[in-house]
C-alpha cells in the first residue's frame, strides 16, 4: 500500500475516533445536566431544595403511601421499614456540579432539625446502609417510574440516584405538629464524575376517604353465591394495627344480617396484607385483623362462634402487584369466605 494511501486512511480512521468521542462527550453532558425545573414541579412547604438544584421527577398525590427504611439493606431486603400513608410528594433533584453528596445531606440533616423534625433511622455507604448502591436502588426503583418527566430525566435520576460506589446517604424523619405528622425519607447518592442526585419523599398522615363503597346484605350474598368470597372493602383498621375503626361498621352489620338470614352459612375469615415489612409480621397481623372481624360478630352481633373461623395469610395471595400505592391498598383487605 503506498505511504500517501496509508497516511490518508490513518487520518480518516483518528477522524472518526476525534467525532465519536466528540458525541459521546455531548451525549455523556446531556445526560448529567438538567435543562431547569419540571413544568408543574415545585419544592415541598417545609423542606426546600439545595441551592441551584433542579427538580428532574416529582409526584404528587392526595392519597398515596411511601416506604420508611428504618434498618440496613440485609438479606436482600430491609431489615426493618414501614410503610406511611397520606399526602405524598416525591421530588427528585440533581445538586449543582462539583457539590458532594456530605455537603448536601449535612445542608438537608441541619434544615430538618431546625424545622423540627426528629431522626429515627440514618446511615451513610457499605457500611452503615449494608449496601449503599441496594439501599438507594431499595428506596429508588420501586418508584422510578411514578416520576414525572421524559426520557432525559429518567436517565439523570438513574445515573445520580444509583450509586454504584456506595457513596450514600439515607434518612428517615418525622415532624409532629398540631395538624398532624410529616413523615420523610430522604435520599442522597453520588457517582464519581456525576453531580449528586437528591430524591425527597413526604407523607402527610390522613386517613383515606372511605364509604365509597358500600356493601349490603344482598350484595355479600350474590358474591358469595356466585365466587364463594368477598373482598369486604368497608373494613378498616387502625394503621398498622387490628383495632376496627368506627367506618367498619355498616359492613359489620351487613355481614351480620346476612349471617342471621342464612343461619346454616359457615364462614371463613381471612386477613390479607401487602409486602411491606417482614413476612412474620405481616402473616401475625392479618390473622389478628381476621380474629377482630370474628370477634365483632360474635360479640357485636351475636353470631354463633361455630359458624366463624378466622386466619391470616398475610401477603401471600395478592390481587395487584405491590409495585405501586393503590397496589398495595388493594392487597390490604379481609375476605369472607364460604367453608
Not at 28 to 41: F, K, N, R, V
Not at 225 to 247: E, N, P, V
Not at 288 to 317: C, D, K, N
Request: hydrophobic share 40%; charged share 20%; glycine share 8%.
Amino acid at each position: 500500500m503506498p505511504a500517501s494511501h496509508a497516511s490518508f486512511i490513518h487520518a480518516r480512521r483518528n477522524a472518526w475516533f476525534l467525532i465519536a468521542g466528540w458525541l459521546l462527550a455531548c451525549v455523556a453532558h446531556a445526560a448529567s445536566t438538567p435543562s431547569g425545573d419540571l413544568p408543574g414541579s415545585h419544592d415541598s412547604k417545609v423542606i426546600h431544595r439545595f441551592a441551584g438544584s433542579s427538580i428532574v421527577g416529582y409526584q404528587a398525590a392526595d392519597y398515596g403511601e411511601i416506604t420508611l427504611p428504618l434498618g440496613a439493606y440485609r438479606g436482600h431486603r430491609l431489615s426493618k421499614s414501614e410503610a406511611a400513608r397520606g399526602e405524598i410528594r416525591r421530588i427528585a433533584y440533581i445538586a449543582p456540579a462539583g457539590v458532594s453528596a456530605l455537603e448536601v445531606f449535612h445542608n438537608f440533616h441541619q434544615a430538618m432539625l431546625q424545622a423540627g423534625f426528629h431522626t429515627r433511622f440514618r446511615c451513610h455507604g457499605n457500611n452503615g446502609c449494608g449496601s449503599g448502591y441496594a439501599m438507594a436502588k431499595a428506596i429508588y426503583a420501586p418508584v422510578a417510574n411514578q416520576l414525572s418527566g421524559g426520557l432525559h430525566q429518567k436517565i439523570l435520576r438513574n445515573n445520580t440516584l444509583l450509586a454504584s460506589g456506595g457513596d450514600v446517604y439515607v434518612e428517615t424523619t418525622r415532624l409532629k405538629k398540631a395538624d398532624g405528622v410529616l413523615d420523610s425519607v430522604l435520599l442522597v447518592s453520588h457517582q464519581n464524575g456525576r453531580p449528586t442526585g437528591i430524591l425527597i419523599q413526604t407523607a402527610r398522615h390522613a386517613p383515606m376517604k372511605t364509604g365509597e363503597v358500600k356493601i349490603d346484605a344482598d350484595a355479600l350474598d350474590r358474591s358469595l353465591t356466585s365466587s364463594g368470597h368477598m373482598a369486604l372493602r368497608g373494613i378498616h383498621f387502625a394503621h398498622d394495627r387490628s383495632t376496627l375503626t368506627k367506618t367498619s361498621d355498616p359492613t359489620l352489620s351487613a355481614m351480620a344480617e346476612l349471617l342471621k338470614r342464612k343461619p346454616a352459612l359457615k364462614v371463613f375469615i381471612v386477613g390479607h396484607t401487602d409486602n411491606t415489612g417482614t413476612l412474620e409480621h405481616n402473616l401475625s397481623l392479618s390473622r389478628r385483623r381476621a380474629q377482630s372481624v370474628m370477634h365483632a360478630l360474635i360479640q357485636r352481633f351475636h353470631i354463633a362462634a361455630t359458624r366463624l373461623a378466622a386466619e391470616g395469610v398475610g401477603p401471600y395471595a395478592p390481587v395487584a402487584s405491590n409495585a405501586t400505592a393503590a397496589g398495595r391498598a388493594m392487597n390490604r383487605r379481609v375476605e369472607m369466605v364460604v367453608r
